[in-house]
């Protein structure tokens, strides 16, 4: 029975080491509440670190053995590791970097080759804890290698990866010297999930410039796959958080607090000890707060809990200290007898205490510089029973994306984020709960259960759709039934592109024009009077009717603009507009004077961009740069920008090879239809035809809507000689 692997840095428990034994405590994290359904079911696993170092083979027997009970595989790393692989690379390079910080991070190869090495340990661990039916999902910056691993071991594997943290621009990523090693190692999954549509544009638009991979709609075209690349926000546990902060134990602990504060109102913030979550720009802003509005002075106070984190790391304890400094300093500066501005904790706090300062603090001040989605602010919003408080979270949290009912602030604008302290502390009731009924909704129904659901349903569709996509070899058993349904049918519609279907490409399209061979191929079938020869092509209808028009054939030419049966004349297939052209063309000249060896064809629908002549890797990037320039231009307009092979047009949109092929079955009632296509224009045929068409996809990438795929031109020619 297929079964589901998780895949983690950390494992969702803590082993530690005691005077007497090792002692397991189950970890508390969102991860592995939203996971614990999944892992614990039957013959799932989760694999990751234990949190411990090993001494011995006997003393990590035991712990193997202990972790099997829970559905828990370890792998153990040593200290070096933890210290180059984790500490180093990881949150060295990796995290400064995709957080903006990218002045802090640490180019270092040997750190780099400790992160390779210890994703094939993670490889070697999840290999042997699966076969190939089974579905693995790997999480996080930790891993980001271990997908393409997994690919090359099992190439069928249904594999996901989610990224936690931020994906940051293509100008941060292009300056790490492995970056597109790390990229690659992401595109091994099925599916790439992020917390944000904004992450997953970067990415893709890094995947494009730098691996010039192209996308469509979420989709990526790699040599052997199409990848799908979504956003997935993640949510918590709200029935939980709700359920702890109304329970009797956090009650008695707001009691306890409140009867210690008195009347003071509460500012609240929680976080982790990192230069990314904005901690000493809170504190310049309450303390300017404090300036403007003296009126508030004894009558608010900041209730600040920093969690400890990698404090011996000479950036963090730079932060410490500042941190340290600026309590200090406002609270000698404001303190009274009776009022404490600042209450500083540095240590981390019990879920039912944490749940105490949720429900009774007024406003949380949520604002991380930089955070992949920061949970700590719908945990606040969950933990409101009464629906008072407010919430202001940082425009660059991926939470601010959803949670769009709190007040939205940048968190380097410490004169907004002020006002912002001053707006909420005077914010009417009505308004409060308003804002918190909403964001409680939203954070109730997006769950961290909803969430998991949504990825697993999400990566069996795109494991489901690339099975739909792949096709098989046009085998000799495929041809023998195919000549046979040719032979025994009456009315047969065949349906031919032309460039790297019939004939090769060239680099300059106008010399492509038929040999000896193929004209005498298309004769032959044309002049059978049960065969209907259609060529479909995006070329232009003056040169097909010069290569061909000798033929008793019909063409359907500019992608369906212009059809032609045998014998007739031209038409339209609709009434078509060609003005937009004098916007669209000095954009094409601008990028032909930037890119030596590429050229405009224009039709009288269309333009093309053609590169083939070009640099290969200079085009590419034009082409990339192109394509989103005419996106936009063609945005809330009639057109369509295509991509095909060596080349880049722009047409009207609503009109394609696949509503004209659709008018010639309709019309012509075929028994037997044969169509061959090299490129993404040759899909809407394929898609236009009955599931038993013959439809064949020409080419080395077996990733199509057609049902069989060749090589190339020589063995579609081997083909049409075998109709003969």
């Known amino acids: 029975m297929p079964r589901t692997v998780i895949v983690s840095n950390r494992l969702p428990i803590k082993v530690q080491r005691t005077e007497d034994n090792l002692t397991f405590q189950s970890s508390e994290g969102g991860l592995a509440t939203g996971l614990g359904s999944i892992y614990r079911a039957d013959g799932n696993v989760w694999v990751g670190w234990p949190g411990l170092y090993v001494q011995d083979e006997s003393e990590e027997e035991y712990v193997r053995a202990q972790l099997a009970e829970d559905s828990m595989a370890p792998v153990f790393l040593t200290e070096s590791e933890i210290r180059d692989y984790y500490e180093g690379f990881s949150?060295?390079?990796?995290?400064?970097?995709?957080?903006?910080?990218?002045?802090?991070?640490?180019?270092?190869?040997?750190?780099?080759?400790?992160?390779?090495?210890?994703?094939?340990?993670?490889?070697?661990?999840?290999?042997?804890?699966?076969?190939?039916?089974?579905?693995?999902?790997?999480?996080?910056?930790?891993?980001?290698?271990?997908?393409?691993?997994?690919?090359?071991?099992?190439?069928?594997?249904?594999?996901?990866?989610?990224?936690?943290?931020?994906?940051?621009?293509?100008?941060?990523?292009?300056?790490?010297?492995?970056r597109d090693e790390l990229l690659r190692g992401m595109l091994g999954a099925d599916l790439i999930g992020f917390h944000t549509f904004g992450y997953m544009r970067h990415f893709l638009?890094?995947?494009?410039?730098?691996?010039?991979?192209?996308?469509?709609?979420?989709?990526?075209?790699?040599?052997?796959r199409t990848v799908l690349v979504d956003a997935f926000p993640m949510g918590i546990d709200h029935a939980r958080y709700a359920e702890v902060a109304a329970s009797a134990a956090a009650q008695a602990h707001v009691s306890e607090y409140r009867e210690a504060l008195r009347e003071v109102r509460v500012i609240?913030?929680?976080?982790?000890?990192?230069?990314?979550?904005?901690?000493?720009?809170?504190?310049?802003?309450?303390?300017?707060?404090?300036?403007?509005?003296p009126e508030w002075r004894s009558q608010v106070s900041l209730l600040m809990v920093v969690v400890p984190s990698r404090d011996q790391v000479a950036q963090y304890a730079s932060l410490k200290e500042e941190i340290d400094e600026l309590v200090g300093r406002i609270n000698a500066q404001y303190r009274t007898i009776?009022?404490?501005?600042?209450?500083?904790?540095?240590?981390?706090?019990?879920?039912?205490?944490?749940?105490?300062?949720?429900?009774?603090?007024?406003?949380?001040?949520?604002?991380?510089?930089?955070?992949?989605?920061?949970?700590?602010a719908k945990e606040f919003v969950a933990s409101k029973a009464d629906q008072r408080g407010v919430l202001i979270l940082s425009e660059r949290a991926g939470a601010a994306r959803e949670l769009s009912d709190a007040l939205i602030v940048n968190p380097t604008d410490t004169g907004q984020l002020a006002e912002a302290l001053h707006e909420a502390l005077v914010m009417p009731e009505e308004e409060q709960i308003t804002r918190m009924a909403n964001m409680q909704a939203l954070v109730r129904q997006y769950d961290i259960f909803a969430w998991t659901k949504l990825f697993m349903d999400r990566l069996a569709y795109a494991k489901t759709q690339q099975l739909s996509l792949a096709t098989s070899m046009l085998s000799p058993t495929v041809v023998q039934k195919l000549e046979q349904a040719y032979q025994q049918s009456q009315r047969r519609l065949l349906l031919f592109d032309y460039d790297g279907t019939l004939a090769p490409f060239h680099s300059n399209p106008q010399r492509a024009q038929p040999d000896q061979e193929l004209r005498l191929l298309l004769r032959a079938l044309s002049d059978n009077p049960q065969n209907r020869v259609v060529i479909i092509s995006g070329r232009d209808r003056e040169t097909l009717e010069k290569w061909l028009g000798h033929l008793p054939i019909d063409f359907i030419a500019e992608h369906g603009v212009w059809l032609r049966s045998a014998g007739d004349e031209w038409s339209l297939f609709q009434e078509l507009r060609a003005d937009w052209k004098r916007d669209i063309r000095p954009v094409l000249d601008l990028y032909v004077s930037r890119t030596a060896g590429s050229f405009i064809e224009e039709k009288d629908?269309?333009?093309?961009?053609?590169?083939?002549?070009?640099?290969?890797?200079?085009?590419?990037?034009?082409?990339?740069?192109?394509?989103?320039?005419?996106?936009?231009?063609?945005?809330?307009?009639?057109?369509?920008?295509?991509?095909?092979?060596?080349?880049?047009?722009?047409?009207?949109?609503?009109?394609?090879?696949?509503?004209?092929?659709?008018?010639?079955?309709?019309?012509?009632?075929?028994?037997?239809?044969?169509?061959?296509g090299d490129d993404r224009t040759d899909e809407d045929t394929f898609r236009a035809l009955p599931a038993d068409a013959y439809t064949v996809k020409v080419g080395s990438a077996p990733r199509s809507l057609a049902r069989f795929h060749v090589a190339g031109t020589t063995e579609v020619r081997n083909l049409l000689r075998k109709l003969l």
Request: aromatic share 12%; hydrophobic share 45%; with cysteine.
């Open 91 to 178: 949150n060295g390079t990796l995290w400064p970097t995709f957080h903006y910080f990218a002045q802090l991070a640490v180019y270092d190869d040997a750190l780099w080759q400790a992160y390779v090495a210890v994703n094939e340990k993670f490889c070697k661990a999840v290999l042997a804890q699966t076969g190939p039916e089974d579905t693995i999902w790997v999480h996080d910056y930790q891993l980001l290698l271990l997908p393409e691993m997994l690919r090359k071991a099992r190439p069928n594997a249904t594999i996901g990866f989610f990224l936690h943290i931020p994906f940051p621009s293509y100008e941060l990523i292009r300056v790490l010297p492995w």
């Open 268 to 293: 609240l913030s929680i976080d982790r000890l990192d230069y990314t979550k904005g901690i000493a720009q809170r504190l310049r802003a309450f303390e300017l707060l404090l300036q403007r509005y």
């Open 605 to 676: 629908y269309s333009l093309v961009w053609h590169y083939r002549r070009a640099d290969a890797e200079l085009a590419a990037g034009r082409a990339r740069e192109l394509t989103s320039h005419l996106t936009f231009m063609a945005s809330n307009t009639d057109l369509q920008v295509l991509e095909g092979n060596k080349v880049v047009e722009i047409k009207n949109a609503g009109i394609n090879k696949g509503t004209a092929a659709a008018r010639w079955v309709s019309t012509h009632h075929p028994d037997f239809i044969l169509a061959l």
């Open 205 to 224: 638009s890094a995947v494009s410039q730098l691996l010039g991979l192209a996308n469509h709609n979420g989709q990526i075209e790699t040599p052997t």
């Open 338 to 376: 009776s009022w404490n501005p600042v209450h500083y904790f540095y240590r981390s706090f019990p879920l039912d205490e944490l749940a105490a300062l949720y429900s009774m603090a007024e406003v949380a001040m949520v604002t991380p510089m930089r955070d992949g989605m920061n949970l700590v």
